[in-house]
């Protein structure tokens, strides 16, 4: 009997855990969905801080009805980099999201499975799976004029 009553408590806390509420800060955390995860971000930091370099930049779009994502970068070369997909998230106990690379001559995964925490309107926490050390920080933002866009 006690298991069950144990059992019952850590389901009710983990569902009072995943409403949309504001936590004692005042900010609202929101449940990590298609939804509230499509639009523009644009990458602040990775690796548990670092920021990014002066002139180089990483962003990502998400489509919600589609489950696709676009993003583009100058990390790894002197020009932008552009790369798309599509992405899933699984919510089982926690959000972790993952996704693979359209090459056009085949498809890749994302090297990692991340875990989304402290997602708001404005920002998100990622979390690699496998390696809780690769932290990479988000902010929503929207694409600067001058990203060359991939043409549909």
């Not at 990014?52 to 489950?67: C, H, N, P, Q, S």
């Not at 990390?75 to 932008?80: A, D």
Request: charged residues 25%.
């Amino acid at each position: 009997m006690k298991k069950i009553v144990k059992f019952a408590m850590v389901v009710v806390a983990l569902i009072v855990a995943s409403c949309s509420e504001p936590d004692d800060s005042g900010i609202v955390f929101l449940d990590v969905t298609p939804n509230n995860i499509k639009g523009v971000w644009r990458m602040q930091s990775y690796d548990n801080g670092v920021e990014l370099a002066e002139g180089t930049y990483y962003y990502i779009v998400f489509d919600r009805a589609e489950r696709t994502f676009v993003s583009y970068d100058n990390l790894g070369s002197m020009g932008q980099y552009t790369r798309s997909g599509k992405y899933g998230i699984i919510t089982d106990g926690a959000a972790i999201i993952f996704g693979d690379y359209d090459f056009g001559l085949g498809v890749s995964d994302w090297e990692h499975r991340y875990y989304i925490r402290n997602l708001t309107e404005d920002s998100m926490v990622w979390v690699a799976v496998d390696n809780e050390e690769l932290v990479t920080v988000y902010v929503r933002d929207s694409l600067p004029e001058w990203i060359e866009q991939k043409k549909e």
